[in-house]
């Protein structure tokens, strides 16, 4: 029998309490014109105002959003460009949306900082604080949740040539030293990311996701982030980003049986049906064996 995924009460990021008692859906917004799905579709404060509107009532728990493409090949873009791009979209967004949860995709501290201080609620590390370790200073001092992604390499080259040991020993390590890091200081509303696509081949990401349950010996919350990518495509014989969905929608489901408690997705409304559809089947499972 698969076990039911872990809840984790009390979770709280800054004045909101993030609710596990199933898993939840995180919807990706990018505001940079070079992202591999949805690059250049939300550059104006309207249209990715209009896009976290469409999101929130197709069921969103939480709303990340980002001004950095970390595609595959990208460059980086300097920190004054990157606030330039996120900042007055959460100003929006915060104030619009006052119930829903809005997560900062960055790297950089003064990102960061100027999205805490509009209000944003968790800060997702793709770096898992090798760029930037002061962002822990941040989840610290505004008690925001944090998430943090294991990847390796820089994404310009990070796709060129990833090597491990053993990809799931590898990554328990990783976590397990940052968060005895992140515990030491005192910060515990942690959820943790395996950061499929992010310096991994396609079958490290494979095994990671077969292997996903290894990861919930940390006690945290784990958030899986297949939607659209590579992977997908590579599996389906290049199949193209806008026709990746079944795919995502299976490799998602995968995770969640596996314990994900968190998925960030592109296509919302898809993912929320694919979890109660999941809660649905594992209730009746509980039912059947007490």
């Known amino acids: 029998m698969t ?41 104006s404060r309207q249209a990715a105002t209009d896009r976290i509107g469409e999101m929130v009532e197709e069921g969103a728990d939480i709303i990340d959003i980002g001004g950095e493409s970390t595609r595959p090949g990208s460059d980086p873009v300097s ?33 960061a900082k100027g999205a805490l201080d509009l209000g944003v609620h968790i800060i997702n590390d793709v770096s898992g604080l090798q760029k930037e370790p002061r962002l822990a200073d941040l989840c610290l001092e505004s008690k925001a949740g944090y998430i943090l992604m294991h990847s390796q390499g820089d994404p310009k080259t990070m796709q060129k040539n990833p090597v491990y040991s053993n990809i ?16 030491h200081k005192g910060i515990h509303n942690v959820i943790i990311d395996p950061g499929i696509g992010f310096g991994k081949t396609l079958e490290h990401n494979l095994k990671i996701v077969s ?11 784990i958030l899986a982030g297949a939607s659209r990518k590579s992977m997908i495509g590579r599996v389906l014989d290049g199949r193209p980003v806008d026709q990746r969905l079944a795919g995502t929608i299976s490799l998602h489901y995968h995770c969640l049986l596996k314990g994900a408690s968190l998925l960030r997705v592109h296509d919302v409304r898809e993912a929320v049906d694919s979890i109660r559809i999941f809660v649905a089947v594992q209730n009746e499972k509980l039912k059947t064996n007490n």
């Not at 009460?9 to 859906?25: H, N, T």
């Not at 929006?92 to 119930?99: E, K, R």
């Open 211 to 221: 292997n996903l349950d290894h990861f919930t010996e940390h006690g945290v919350p």
């Open 79 to 111: 920190e004054k460009v990157e606030m330039e791009r996120v900042l007055p979209v959460l100003e929006n967004a915060i104030t619009a949306f006052p119930n829903t949860l809005f997560s900062v995709d960055t790297t950089k501290f003064g990102v």
């Open 168 to 183: 799931i020993k590898d990554l328990n390590r990783f976590f397990r030293e940052k968060l005895e890091h992140l515990q």
């Open 3 to 43: 076990p039911p995924a872990p809840t984790y009460p009390g979770f709280r990021c800054r004045e909101k309490i993030l609710d596990f008692s199933q898993p939840r859906i995180i919807g990706i917004l990018n505001t940079t014109p070079d992202s591999f799905s949805d690059g250049g579709l939300f550059l």
